[in-house]
Every structure is written in C-alpha cells, then in structure tokens.
C-alpha cells in the first residue's frame, strides 16, 4: 500500500518509524503549510527544523537560506489544499512538479528498498519539494482531491490530509473535530422539534 501509515486525527507533528519516513510526503506536506501559512502557528527556523526531524529529514545544518525556501514552498502548496475542484488542483499540482528537479530511483539507506524523487544528492529543500509534491499528486490521483481540504471551523485555517478509508474528515485535528461536533449539538438543540 502507497500509504503505510495513516495521518491520524490528532496527529501535529507525528511520523514514528520507517513507513512515515517513506510515505508520508503527505504528513510533511501538511505540517510544513500548518508551520507556515496557519495562524499561531510556529515558522521560525527551529520550528521548521523540529518538523524535519520528526519525518526523518537529516536537518541538523538547515541554513537560514533554505529555511526561506521551504516557507515559500509552504506557500506554494497551500493552494492545493484550498483548490475549489479537481481541475484546480492538477493544474496547480502539475505546476508543482514542474517546478522541482526530480529523478525517481530507489534508495535504501537502511530502510529497505524506497523511492527518492529528488535527484540523487540533492540539497534538502529540494529534497523535501520532490518528496511533498509526489505524495500529495499521487494522493490527490488515487484517491482524490476531496481528501485534502482546510478545517471546517471558522476560525481554524489549518489544513488537513485524510487518509483514513471510508471516513469523511472535514476538521485538522481532534480538538477542532470535538468543538465543531459540540457546536453542532447544541445548534440542534436550540432547533425547535416537531
Ligand atoms: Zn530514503
Ligand atoms: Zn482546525
């Protein structure tokens, strides 16, 4: 399965074991333009730093150049979470992909046998566009755009990932999935029945 791990409810920054690091384009995708483009959320260097290391990026030496790199890629992405259908979100997908040097070849490195998409010796940021791009395209061709969407509370702006069979997310996280169904139950109980 593309997707050995799934990007549960709750999960901030969250990307234990070998699976994550190899699949989870996805979870990085999603924690780099929460970090960046979310309010009140943490974009300075060692922010950005903490998110590298947690998907299993040797970051210890990201320059303050390349930590500019990354917002803007953060920035760049964040439009494919809010695409209004799927013609929007290939385009800009697709756009995406052009943008990055890529090279497709198996790696190991201790692992097992996974798929890089940077070219091989490639500086991180490059690294971490080739590896977001590829997960979040091949998310959006296998199951669909309607998997990546923005939180449904209104003053949430976080964005989500659902890759989890069968269920509908709409919320970036737990919390925001407990205050939005507590709101909905009090609006219906305010409705007069029958
Ligand atoms: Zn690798
Ligand atoms: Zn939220």
């Known amino acids: 399965m593309f997707f050995g791990r799934l990007f549960d409810y709750g999960a901030g920054v969250d990307a234990s074991g070998a699976d994550a690091y190899r699949n989870d384009g996805v979870g ?5 333009v929460n970090a960046v ?15 590298l290391l947690a998907f299993k990026y040797a970051a210890a030496e990201l320059s303050a150049p390349e930590a500019s790199t990354l917002r803007r890629w953060a920035r ?7 695409a209004e259908d799927v013609t929007a979100a290939v385009a800009l997908l697709n756009g995406l992909l052009a943008a990055v040097p890529m090279q497709p070849h198996i790696s190991d490195h ?6 890089h998409y940077a070219v091989s010796g490639a500086a991180l940021p490059d ?21 990546l969407g923005v939180c449904a509370l209104d003053d949430c702006d976080r964005v989500y990932a659902d890759l989890n069979r069968g269920r509908r997310r709409r919320y970036c996280s737990r919390a925001c999935l407990n205050r939005g169904g507590v709101a909905a139950f009090r609006a219906r109980r305010r409705t007069p029945g029958p």
């Open 76 to 82: 760049d992405l964040r439009p494919v979470f809010e």
């Open 127 to 147: 690294r971490l566009r080739a590896h977001t791009a590829m997960g979040l395209a091949t998310l959006v061709c296998e199951y669909g755009v309607d998997r």
């Open 37 to 51: 483009t979310a309010c009140g959320a943490d974009a300075s260097d060692e922010g950005l730093r903490e998110i």
């Open 28 to 32: 990085t995708a999603v924690a780099l």
């Open 110 to 115: 201790g692992l097992g046998p996974h798929m």
